[in-house]
């Protein structure tokens, strides 16, 4: 009954947006230990879900460092912000 959560999905994102989610999930991930993501938490699963996106989107955004300069990221939050103005 549950073979089907073994299957992966594609999950189409705008370079933008898919910034702007890597850097939303790390901050709060990396800062404070993750407590303000945790505290968000209903069941554990939940984290590892996001953890599993967030490792998802390193190669297609950055390589194996997920380096996304900070310059990037703030163009890329105007970028996102321009087109729903």
Not at 9 to 20: F, G, Q
Not at 44 to 64: F, K, N, R, V, Y
């Amino acid at each position: 009954m549950t073979e089907h959560f073994d299957e992966k999905i594609p999950l189409h994102l705008k370079r933008d947006e898919a910034t702007i989610l890597f850097w939303y999930l790390t901050r709060h991930f990396l800062t404070e230990g993750g407590m303000r993501m945790k505290a968000s938490f209903d069941h554990p699963a939940e984290q590892l879900a996001l953890e599993g996106l967030m490792h998802e989107m390193i190669p297609q955004l950055s390589g194996p460092k997920a380096s996304i300069s900070e310059a990037e990221y703030l163009s890329a939050l105007e970028h996102l912000s321009a087109r729903f103005r």
